[in-house]
């Protein structure tokens, strides 16, 4: 199976248009790789236990990003109609400081298992332009629907290190099915047509996977007995790790907190991220790092453990 690769130079709105109405780098549905998971959970249902927790940030957050839509009337009036000003979610926040946009996961204690996978998608929209949700979680081998729902032009440019990439355009109000066959944390997505829309997927081979609710809560649960090491992930701060066991029939309680300071040192592994005030960068689709694509270490980055 053929793969090419669409190399871009900045060329103008046309030239975006052009690109992402061409669908460069997209691959037919019937190519999307199958995954070979067992049918049954490997382990009794009935002696597991849960983990929950929630996600706290100390510290002045930094300042709100607003994003200059004006290149977009009707996504800017979208936000107008309802009196926001859409704005990059650096760290975003609730009134009590409770961290949400963050993906734990079950990073060490499920070596040898293999999971079903899970047979609803997940979901990530396009509204106003802006990725919802801005961070999303999925299963090695679990449909992953990309969707737009404003109807303008956008191409979902995902940029993995360890997946195939792929880059396809979505003229229309439409869905979109991939599936990412691989294991990775985090993986990039953007839109070339609208430079302020980015987001990321964290990839696992099991089901214990979360994003952080706007109260900051997650839920692990139906996990086997045993010794754990949770590892929370955010865009801006970083990762922390923490270690848990899960006893049959029991709650396992987790709070991640993440620091101020942590905002000028946080390294989390993942591609590089597009600048989405640089309007004037190429669109050399610098996501393609592997083989001529960089030499990006995508697990450096300091951890802090707890």
């Given at each position: 199976?053929?793969?090419?690769?669409?190399?871009?130079?900045?060329?103008?709105?046309?030239?975006?248009?052009?690109?992402?109405?061409?669908?460069?780098?997209?691959?037919?549905?019937?190519?999307?790789?199958?995954?070979?998971?067992?049918?049954e959970?490997?382990?009794d249902?009935?002696?597991?236990?849960?983990?929950?927790?929630?996600?706290?940030?100390?510290?002045?957050?930094?300042?709100?990003?607003?994003?200059?839509?004006?290149?977009?009337?009707?996504?800017?009036?979208?936000?107008?109609?309802?009196?926001?000003?859409?704005?990059?979610?650096?760290?975003?926040?609730?009134?009590?400081?409770?961290?949400?946009?963050?993906?734990?996961y079950?990073?060490e204690?499920?070596?040898?298992?293999e999971?079903?996978?899970?047979?609803?998608?997940?979901?990530?929209?396009?509204?106003?332009?802006?990725?919802t949700?801005?961070?999303?979680?999925?299963?090695?081998?679990?449909?992953m629907?990309?969707?737009n729902?404003?109807g303008?032009?956008?191409?979902?440019?995902?940029?993995?290190?360890?997946?195939?990439?792929?880059?396809?355009?979505q003229?229309?109000?439409?869905?979109?099915?991939r599936?990412?066959?691989?294991?990775?944390?985090?993986?990039?997505?953007?839109c070339?047509?609208?430079?302020?829309?980015r987001?990321?997927?964290?990839?696992?081979?099991?089901?214990y996977?979360?994003?952080s609710?706007?109260?900051?809560?997650?839920?692990?649960?139906?996990?086997?007995?045993?010794?754990?090491?949770?590892?929370?992930?955010?865009?801006?701060?970083?990762?922390?790790e923490e270690?848990?066991?899960?006893?049959?029939?029991?709650?396992?309680e987790?709070?991640?907190?993440?620091?101020?300071?942590?905002?000028?040192?946080?390294n989390?592994?993942?591609?590089d991220?597009?600048d989405?005030?640089?309007?004037?960068?190429p669109?050399?689709v610098?996501a393609?790092?592997?083989?001529?694509?960089?030499?990006?270490?995508?697990?450096?980055?300091?951890?802090?453990?707890?």
């Open positions: 199976m053929s793969f090419s690769r669409c190399w871009i130079r900045w060329g103008g709105a046309a030239a975006v248009a052009a690109v992402a109405a061409a669908g460069c780098n997209d691959a037919p549905d019937d190519e999307m790789p199958d995954v070979d998971a067992p049918a959970m490997p382990f249902e009935d002696e597991a236990g849960d983990v929950q927790g929630v996600v706290l940030y100390e510290g002045d957050p930094p300042e709100p990003d607003p994003l200059d839509m004006a290149s977009e009337p009707d996504c800017q009036a979208h936000w107008e109609e309802q009196g926001i000003t859409p704005h990059r979610d650096l760290v975003r926040l609730s009134e009590d400081g409770e961290l949400s946009n963050v993906f734990i079950v990073r204690g499920l070596e040898g298992m999971f079903p996978i899970p047979g609803e998608a997940s979901l990530i929209d396009q509204v106003g332009c802006r990725f949700p801005s961070v999303a979680s999925v299963q090695a081998g679990q449909q629907v990309f969707r729902s404003d303008l032009l956008h191409n979902i440019n995902a940029t993995p290190q360890d997946n195939r990439p792929f880059n396809i355009s003229p229309v109000n439409m869905d979109s099915e599936v990412f066959a691989q294991p990775e944390v985090m993986i990039p997505i953007r070339d047509v609208h430079g302020w829309m987001g990321y997927v964290g990839v696992v081979s099991h089901p996977h979360a994003v609710a706007d109260d900051g809560g997650f839920d692990l649960s139906t996990l086997p007995p045993g010794d754990y090491v949770i590892e929370a992930w955010h865009s801006e701060l970083g990762v922390l270690s848990v066991t899960v006893e049959t029939g029991e709650v396992a987790v709070t991640f907190t993440f620091e101020e300071g942590m905002l000028a040192t946080a989390p592994p993942m591609a991220p597009i989405p005030h640089d309007h004037h960068h669109l050399d610098r393609m790092r592997n083989g001529a694509h960089g030499d990006h270490d995508h697990h450096a980055g300091p951890v802090a453990r707890h």
